[in-house]
């Protein structure tokens, strides 16, 4: 880069040099046009080493070569001289921002980019200063980069472990922390309490919130399972068996960064059972006799009740009671099947007597 460098030069006066550089005439008159100034500079170049003052003043030009440091320019007249000091590229420096592009990577391990931002002491970026860059885990793409024209130098940090990335430049440093992400966990929390055929059985999934899982699946076991997509917090799912056993039921996460999670649990499921009363055990024929069934577990389903009351008669009901008189006499045997809407139908029996 390149900055102008302005001298005025005041006869009979006295000479300072005000904030960022700009001189400071105090009471006193011009030198006369064309006298001449000659400058010199410890680092860099001037362009032109020597000019001839316009009203008062000239100005050059300081044109930095590619190194940093600080510039010591001095200009001389006749007997009078003046030095400043200009800050040249890394010199300049006063901060290193250092910023990720995540401060965080999968488990599994994963690759961030790492900007660092050099500023002078007003803020300003600084462009072609050069960034050296330092890990404490993981594999930097390089170890060395110029910031750009925004003053910024970026590099990539390839890690499977926690890392804190340094980045230096004239004698200012800056740091940013990346950590790894722990593997999400899922939890699976079977029913707690006796489940029957055809009753719901309640399983409860828990996410880890380390990371989103994108896919959850669960197996019930039994040949059955449920896609149920992203979750993010405690999930119930319900699932109605149809048969009796005890079933190894798992679920398997897949989060967002490729890894995965399972966890297992076991049910057991029994079937249901009922009982069948009568009103009464004996009456005369032709006066009815009211049947239920009763004992069903709550929760299971019952689609319809089959009665065969042992007479040639049969009645279907969607309650758990039905009437019947017989019009003969004698011992009868009464048959329900029991038709859940889950799992196989079942079948219990019993006898009333019909007196004449």
Same mark, same amino acid.
């Given at each position: ?33 064309? #006298? ?8 860099? &170049? ?7 003052? /316009? ?8 044109? !930095? ?5 600080? !510039? ?22 006063? &901060? ?47 170890? @060395? ?41 899922? #939890? /699976? ?9 055809? !009753? ?24 059955? @399972?449920?896609? /149920?997509?992203? $979750?993010?917090?405690?999930? %119930? ?12 039921? @798992?679920? $398997? ?15 057991? =499921? ?6 069948? #009363? ?11 006799? /009211? ?12 689609? &319809?009740? $089959? ?8 009645? #279907? ?15 009868? %045997?009464?048959?329900?099947? =029991? ?8 079948? !219990? ?8």
């Amino acid at each position: 880069g390149s900055t102008d460098l302005i001298a005025v030069l005041i006869e009979n006066g006295t000479t300072g040099t005000g904030t960022g550089g700009a001189a400071t005439p105090s009471a006193g008159t011009p030198v006369h046009n064309g #006298t001449l100034v000659t400058f010199t500079t410890s680092l860099g &170049r001037i362009e032109p080493a020597e000019a001839r003052t /316009l009203n008062g003043s000239v100005t050059v030009k300081l044109v !930095a070569d590619g190194r940093s440091g600080t !510039a010591t320019i001095t200009a001389f007249s006749g007997s009078a001289t003046k030095a400043l000091d200009v800050k040249i590229g890394a010199a300049a420096a006063e &901060r290193v921002a250092v910023t990720a592009s995540s401060t965080t990577v999968p488990a599994g391990g994963g690759t961030v980019s790492i900007f660092a931002r050099v500023e002078d002491v007003n803020g300003n970026s600084l462009s072609g200063v050069p960034v050296s860059f330092t890990t404490t885990g993981g594999t930097l793409s390089a170890g @060395s980069a110029l910031t750009s024209d925004s003053g910024v130098a970026s590099v990539s940090l390839s890690t499977n472990t926690a890392a804190e990335v340094t980045a230096s430049a004239g004698g200012k440093t800056g740091s940013v922390e990346i950590t790894v992400r722990t593997r999400s966990k899922i #939890t /699976l929390t079977p029913p707690s309490g006796t489940v029957f055929v055809g !009753a719901a059985a309640s399983f409860v999934i828990t996410p880890d919130a380390a990371v989103a899982f994108k896919d959850v699946t669960i197996d019930f076991g039994d040949g059955e @399972s449920v896609p /149920l997509g992203a $979750i993010s917090s405690p999930t %119930t799912v319900a699932h109605f068996y149809s048969e009796d056993g005890v079933f190894q039921v @798992s679920v $398997i996460g897949t989060d967002v960064d490729g890894g995965s999670a399972q966890a297992a649990g076991s049910v057991g =499921v029994i079937p249901i059972t009922f009982s069948v #009363t009568s009103s009464k055990s004996a009456e005369v024929v032709n006066v009815p006799f /009211l049947f239920t069934v009763s004992g069903i577990p709550a929760g299971v389903p019952i689609n &319809r009740y $089959i009665w065969d009351f042992g007479d040639g008669q049969g009645q #279907t009901t969607t309650t758990p009671t039905a009437s019947h008189a017989y019009q003969a006499p004698g011992l009868k %045997t009464i048959t329900v099947t =029991v038709v859940p809407r889950y799992g196989e139908s079942r079948t !219990a029996s019993f006898q009333v007597l019909v007196n004449p």
